[in-house]
Structure formats: C-alpha cells, structure tokens
C-alpha cells in the first residue's frame, strides 16, 4: 500500500518559478512521476524519475524548464517548475508505478489526490 501526499503550488506568476513536492509512504522502489490535467484535457504526464533517482523522463513541454529530482531517502519527489507559462495551468498529480512500464496515465498504480497550480499574467 501507497500514499502520495502533494504539497506546494497556488498561484504563480507567468515567467516565475515553483516547486512541487510529493511524499511517498511504504516501499520506495518505485518509478514516481508527476502528470497535469487541464480543464478540458486529457491527463498528461509532465515528468517521471527511476526509484534510484538517476534515470528521468520529460515531457515535451516540460524539457528545459522542469527538473524532476528525488530526495536521498528516495521518498519524496519535486518537480521544480520555471519560466510558467499561462498553459501549465492545471491540476497536478504524483503517481507511482512499480514495474517500470511506461510514462502513461494507464500505466501508474497509485495516485495522490492533485494539487492546484495556476499561472497568472
């Protein structure tokens, strides 16, 4: 059994910068990764990371400007969020998979309950 506890987010301003953190009870041998849904959308993911914390995978519009990290008991994840844009606005979701399959929605076996981020001009 799993719980994933997001915490951070609210309201930043276009251009600026936040952090995301998700802590993870249980065993911490699992792929973790973080996904968006917008009003209207399908659920995405933005950026995942191998439980020994070295392999990470990014999103298209997440490359260059989101950094997914764990912390070195490997059971907490962020994802540090720069340069916002108006369209990373959404509500995001730590997930968590512990057969490594692949960076989908269908894929994760756990979920923490979302966390809103919404960027302002």
């Known amino acids: 059994q799993v719980q994933l506890v997001e915490s951070g987010g609210g309201l930043v301003q276009a251009g600026g910068t936040t952090r995301l953190s998700c802590a993870a009870s249980?065993?911490?041998?699992?792929?973790m990764g973080w996904f968006r849904q917008a009003p209207g959308k399908d659920r995405e993911v933005v950026a995942g990371?191998?439980?020994?914390?070295?392999?990470?995978y990014y999103a298209e519009f997440a490359e260059g400007r989101f950094t997914i990290s764990r912390d070195n008991t490997k059971n907490t994840i962020y994802l540090q969020m720069t340069s916002l844009k108006a369209e990373d606005t959404a509500v995001y979701y730590c997930?968590?998979?512990?057969?490594?399959?692949?960076?989908?929605?269908?894929?994760?076996?756990?979920w923490g309950k979302g966390i809103d981020v919404a960027v302002s001009s």
């Open positions: 990371i191998g439980w020994i914390g070295k392999a990470t």
């Open positions: 997930a968590a998979d512990r057969y490594g399959r692949k960076w989908t929605p269908s894929a994760m076996m756990y």
């Open positions: 249980g065993d911490d041998r699992y792929d």
